[in-house]
């Protein structure tokens, strides 16, 4: 049989449980929360007890009491181009014991490939997406310190597809002075594609034509010889 009194590190934080003044051998079993975001460590000094009465020298009995560990993923989300690799640190606030990451992947909605489940202090996968439409894969994080848990963490990929450019009509003849018209589009969804475009004078002579951007090509084309332009 013992008895004992015990006390805590962070008196304010994590109250220690209360002193056993009646001998006995039953177990100790106090339950400590610690909501910091550093270990806590519980000291018991405890006294052996004989059924005759007699008691031993007291000895310390030190309990570390870990907070629960927190994830940080930097950034918190993150949109890539297919085939591009997700940058993701992870990080805690916590210290103390090394906290360690695992994680789950799904896919919340499109198609893509390259995600798994793994661990670490990153998560740096390359992912595929070759449809027309955004996909996004979903993370789910859970830090470990030492052998306790914390809370999930989720953090959400979108990877966006390789856009396609359509020009509406495909070619175009004008005349001398007048100007294209030439419609900009794609069969991508989920995301909004801008258009860019060069311009370089292929046979003849011709003027008017320039790079520039927007969702349809309107250019006014001077042609003052006598032949055919391109």
């Known amino acids: 049989a013992f008895t004992y009194t015990v006390s805590s590190a962070d008196q304010a934080n994590v109250p220690a449980g209360s002193n056993r003044t009646t001998a006995s051998g039953s177990d100790i079993t106090d339950l400590y929360t610690n909501f910091t975001s550093s270990p806590v460590i519980i000291t018991y000094t405890i006294t052996p007890t004989s059924g005759q009465g007699c ?3 007291p000895f310390n009995l030190a309990v570390t009491v870990n907070p629960t560990p927190i994830a940080i993923a930097t ?6 181009c297919n085939g591009g690799t997700t940058n993701i640190e992870l990080s805690s606030l916590t210290v103390g014991p ?6 789950t992947a799904v896919l919340l909605s499109g198609t893509a490939t ?29 830090p470990i310190n030492g052998v306790c848990p914390g809370t999930n963490l989720t953090v959400d990929i979108t990877v966006n597809p390789t856009p396609d450019a359509i020009a509406t009509p495909a070619a175009q003849t004008i005349c001398n002075g007048t100007a ?10 989920g ?3 801008n258009y860019t475009w060069t311009a370089a004078l292929q046979s003849g ?14 250019q006014t084309l001077t042609n003052s010889t006598n032949a055919p332009a391109v």
């Open 180 to 189: 294209t018209a030439i419609a900009l589009s794609t069969n991508t969804t």
């Open 114 to 142: 390259g995600f798994s489940a793994s661990s670490g202090n990153s998560i740096a996968q390359t992912l595929t997406n070759s449809t027309n439409t955004t996909a996004v894969v979903r993370y789910t994080i859970t």
């Open 205 to 218: 002579t011709v003027t008017g034509f320039s790079a520039s951007s927007g969702n349809s090509i309107d």
């Open 75 to 80: 950034p918190a989300s993150q949109t890539i």
């Open 55 to 57: 008691t031993g020298s």
């Open 191 to 193: 995301a909004t594609v």
């Open 98 to 103: 090394v906290v360690n990451y695992t994680w």
